[in-house]
């Protein structure tokens, strides 16, 4: 049997973070009345003392036709001078999705090409520095977002037809991003977290 002393065990680190994100988080309200599929909740990054953004309750959802709408939940706001950052970095990484999930790593080992390999990286970064350089080329704008079905004023950025949404809370805020004519329209709210779920690999959020 081996030996745990002096090692926290995993669901003890999962309710550490848990706990940190009492309180409410964003969701989709009746996420089925606009054909969306909750697909994952998790805590994604840790705690940054530089940058409070980092760690984020992030809900995914898909839609029948395949596109995935996601409502992250900062535990704490961004700072005036990051809000910019963190809505265009929300819309560059929807963008670049498809780049992530055209890489099949089963694919990647010993018999792989060096050069193939290499060649097909310095594409996927080419892919990537086009992304960023298209969404930093376009204003971001100020604009009104219903959250518990009241206005806040909102810091959107919307690129061919994807959009980023920051909402302000009372002491944290919420990220949106997905296509456009969706984001736009949904019911977002914010309840408290109500369970963890737990699949084959134990417990997660």
Known sequence: MPDDAG??????QIVARFARFSGVVGEVHDPLTWGLYLVDEEI??????????EERFVRAYRTVGGDVLEVETLRVPALSDQIDDV???ACSGALAAPLHTDIDTSEIGEAT?????AEAYQDYRSAMRAIVAEVDQVPSDALEYLVDGRPVVATAVAVRDVIAVYAPLADRAL????PAGLVDRIDVVTRPIRNLKHGSDGPHF
């Open 44 to 53: 994604t990054g840790a705690i940054d003392p530089v940058d409070p953004t």
């Open 113 to 117: 090409d060096p050069f193939d390999f």
């Open 7 to 12: 090692r926290q065990p995993e669901w003890e």
């Open 175 to 178: 990220v949106v991003t997905g």
């Open 87 to 89: 809505v265009r970095a």
